[in-house]
């Protein structure tokens, strides 16, 4: 075997778009490989023919999904045995069975991008919440048609100020919403798992998840997609909430049942809705979009240059910190204890 043979490759699957300097810089630990095939069948075959053998890292989009599909047992089983860490550029980990991962001999390690996606998608959470108490989608899609305000005109709206702002989730995006929200006058409490400290939680109120529906004035989902979150808000939640509540999901689709979404907007129950993902994107219910109230945004939430380029470096850092110290930057929780 010839030195270069010994080299570990480093997958990329994706693209890179603004952090090409860094990844480029890792052919000083690695050569830099990518997959030949176009679609789901034959990238399973490209790794069965061994074509893979070798790498040792992989960073991997979100969109790169259109060529492997989901990161799930199937697909972990066939990945080289030389694979040790997966490095994922995004902070939504929900397309990667992380348990078949830990499972396998040897564990594949896994990362995220934590943090660095929190501004921009309680930015866009701001947006959906405001543009929904206001109907303004109503306005601008009738200026749109050329009938400016449109007739009749739409309902008045309602202000932030003193309105109470639920919280599902609080984490990075979810305290970053707070910090906003407070900024327009909201009163933030929050349902967590476990409450959290003083310090993180910046003094908002923890309430059970029964009182966060009951109390909440605009309910924000920002928890992860995972087997005890998947439709946590469904038909009997929608139930105990505020009559004209607002619901604004950032976080995954599947964490609420879209078609009881629209069944509660039908009614009257749900005033309106701010949606920037779905639950089988592409994909939209029809009855979000015959529904001029809710503002719908596809799936925007991390679509910045500044925040897509630091979601890169953090992703390339994991890549670079496995291959150098075996130690990543962001592990996910589900594998703290794997060694
Ligand atoms: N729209 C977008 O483009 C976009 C961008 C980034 C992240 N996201 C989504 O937002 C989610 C949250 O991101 P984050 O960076 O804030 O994650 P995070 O891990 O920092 O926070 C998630 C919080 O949810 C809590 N949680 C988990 N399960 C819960 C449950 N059953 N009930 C209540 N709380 C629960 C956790 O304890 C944690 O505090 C991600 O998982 C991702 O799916 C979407």
């Given at each position: 075997?010839?030195?270069?043979?010994?080299?570990?490759?480093?997958?990329?699957?994706?693209?890179?778009?603004?952090?090409?300097?860094?990844?480029?810089?890792?052919?000083?630990?690695?050569?830099?490989?990518?997959?030949?095939?176009?679609?789901?069948?034959?990238?399973?075959?490209?790794?069965?023919?061994?074509?893979?053998?070798g790498?040792?890292?992989?960073?991997?989009?979100?969109?790169?999904?259109?060529?492997?599909?989901?990161?799930d047992?199937?697909?972990?089983?066939?990945?080289?045995?030389?694979?040790?860490?997966?490095?994922?550029?995004?902070?939504?980990?929900?397309?990667?069975?992380?348990?078949?991962?830990?499972?396998?001999?040897?564990?594949?390690h896994?990362?995220?991008?934590?943090?660095?996606?929190?501004?921009?998608?309680a930015?866009?959470?701001?947006?959906?919440?405001?543009?929904?108490?206001?109907?303004?989608?109503?306005?601008?899609?009738?200026?749109?048609?050329?009938?400016?305000?449109?007739?009749?005109?739409?309902?008045?709206?309602?202000?932030?100020?003193?309105?109470?702002?639920?919280?599902?989730?609080?984490?990075?995006?979810?305290r970053?919403?707070?910090?906003?929200?407070?900024?327009?006058?909201?009163?933030?409490?929050?349902?967590?798992?476990?409450?959290?400290?003083?310090?993180?939680?910046?003094?908002?109120?923890?309430?059970?998840?029964?009182?966060?529906?009951?109390?909440?004035?605009?309910?924000?989902?920002?928890?992860p997609?995972?087997?005890?979150t998947?439709?946590?808000i469904?038909?009997?939640?929608?139930?105990?909430?505020?009559?004209?509540?607002?619901?604004?999901?950032?976080?995954?689709?599947?964490?609420?049942?879209?078609?009881?979404?629209?069944?509660?907007?039908?009614?009257?129950?749900?005033?309106?809705?701010?949606?920037?993902v779905?639950?089988?994107?592409?994909?939209?219910?029809?009855?979000?979009?015959?529904?001029?109230?809710?503002?719908?945004?596809?799936?925007?939430g991390?679509y910045?240059?500044?925040?897509?380029?630091?979601?890169?470096?953090?992703?390339?850092?994991?890549?670079?910190?496995?291959?150098?110290?075996?130690?990543?930057?962001?592990?996910?929780?589900?594998?703290?204890?794997?060694k």
């Amino acid at each position: 075997m010839g030195s270069n043979d010994a080299r570990p490759r480093i997958l990329l699957l994706g693209e890179i778009a603004h952090a090409q300097r860094s990844w480029e810089a890792l052919s000083e630990l690695g050569e830099l490989v990518q997959p030949n095939s176009k679609n789901r069948a034959e990238f399973l075959q490209e790794c069965r023919d061994g074509k893979l053998d070798g790498v040792v890292a992989a960073y991997r989009t979100f969109a790169s999904a259109k060529i492997t599909g989901l990161i799930d047992e199937e697909l972990v089983n066939v990945l080289p045995k030389s694979l040790k860490y997966l490095s994922h550029c995004g902070a939504g980990y929900d397309s990667v069975d992380v348990h078949a991962c830990s499972a396998r001999s040897p564990p594949i390690h896994v990362s995220n991008v934590p943090t660095a996606v929190d501004d921009a998608t309680a930015d866009v959470t701001m947006f959906l919440i405001i543009g929904a108490l206001r109907n303004f989608n109503t306005g601008m899609q009738a200026l749109r048609e050329g009938k400016w305000i449109g007739k009749p005109a739409p309902a008045l709206g309602h202000d932030p100020e003193g309105k109470v702002l639920g919280i599902l989730g609080m984490g990075g995006i979810g305290r970053n919403l707070k910090k906003k929200a407070e900024a327009f006058g909201m009163k933030v409490v929050y349902h967590n798992r476990r409450p959290l400290s003083d310090e993180l939680s910046g003094g908002a109120q923890y309430v059970t998840f029964d009182e966060l529906l009951s109390t909440s004035d605009v309910l924000s989902l920002n928890l992860p997609l995972n087997k005890n979150t998947r439709h946590i808000i469904g038909k009997p939640e929608f139930a105990k909430m505020k009559d004209g509540v607002v619901v604004v999901n950032s976080a995954r689709g599947p964490v609420m049942d879209e078609a009881a979404l629209v069944e509660a907007l039908d009614s009257g129950k749900v005033l309106s809705a701010g949606l920037d993902v779905f639950e089988e994107e592409p994909k939209v219910h029809p009855g979000l979009i015959r529904n001029p109230n809710v503002m719908l945004v596809p799936h925007m939430g991390t679509y910045t240059v500044e925040t897509m380029a630091a979601m890169e470096e953090w992703a390339i850092a994991n890549v670079r910190l496995g291959l150098e110290t075996g130690k990543l930057k962001s592990p996910v929780p589900e594998q703290d204890k794997l060694k």
